[in-house]
């Protein structure tokens, strides 16, 4: 198993930028695609970034491709969200979420991934 422990959240305006870090624990990220996801009141869970267990690739949905980018560092066992350009509507509770063998076509599925963190809000403002 591996735990997860997100951090670097934060008030923020418009236009600035945010690092967020998700600290793993038990496992190796080596071993896990990692993803972030991202909840606003009255949402659904949203997939934002994910960088993938074979090979890293990133993926990304459109409306952060550009201002976010999604890196792993596996000395530090960590895996980091820097977002960058912040919009209001950036604005969410961002989870950490790993899964060791999620496919290519389920990146996007909250309900696809078998670990998560507590989350760390983000508040972008106008």
């Known amino acids: 198993q591996v735990q997860l422990v997100e951090s670097g959240g934060g008030l923020v305006q418009a236009g600035d930028s945010l690092r967020l870090s998700c600290a793993a624990s038990g496992r190796t990220v080596r071993d896990y695609t990692l993803a972030w996801f991202r909840q606003a009141p009255g949402r659904e869970r949203e997939f934002v970034a994910a960088i993938r267990r074979n090979g890293g690739s990133t993926h990304y949905v459109d409306s952060v491709k550009g201002r976010f980018t999604i890196s792993r560092d596996i000395a530090k066992n960590t895996v980091y969200l820097q977002m960058n350009s912040l919009k209001p509507e950036d604005t969410a509770v961002y989870y950490c979420?790993?899964?060791?063998?999620?496919?290519?076509?389920?990146?996007?599925?909250?309900?696809?991934?078998?670990?998560w963190g507590q989350g760390t809000q983000v508040t972008v403002s106008s």
């Open positions: 979420a790993a899964d060791s063998s999620i496919i290519l076509s389920s990146l996007a599925m909250p309900h696809q991934y078998d670990y």
